[in-house]
């Protein structure tokens, strides 16, 4: 059993920044990858950046530059810094941890991030 608690989200001006944070807890075991997913209104939902348990991070091409993924590997924390805030970054924003060993994929109930222009 694993939980995933997200928290930071809010309503921030364009050109604005926000800090996300998602706390996984529970049956966490060996190689894992924890990742910031979004949807916004209408759309499918969509990979913002990844974190693996070895510290390799990936990123959508429309956040590099401007989203930073981290992760304190000892809590099973992982944050996403978001600078430089536009309107299309307004979303629902989800966090996944995903453990291939033990094949458990466990989301978080999502934090809306809203960017006013």
């Known amino acids: 059993q694993v939980e995933i608690v997200e928290s930071g989200g809010g309503l921030v001006q364009a050109g604005g920044s926000l800090r996300l944070s998602c706390a996984a807890s529970g049956s966490i075991f060996g190689f894992n990858e924890m990742s910031w997913y979004r949807q916004a209104p209408g759309k499918q939902r969509e990979m913002v950046a990844t974190?693996?348990?070895?510290?390799?991070?990936n990123y959508a091409d429309s956040v590099k530059g401007r989203f930073t993924i981290s992760r304190d590997g000892a809590k099973s924390t992982v944050y996403l810094q978001m600078d430089s805030l536009t309107s299309d970054d307004t979303a629902v924003y989800y966090c996944n941890l995903d453990q291939p060993l033990s094949q458990l994929n466990t989301w978080g109930q999502g934090t809306q991030v809203t960017v006013s222009s």
């Open positions: 974190i693996t348990s070895t510290l390799r991070t």
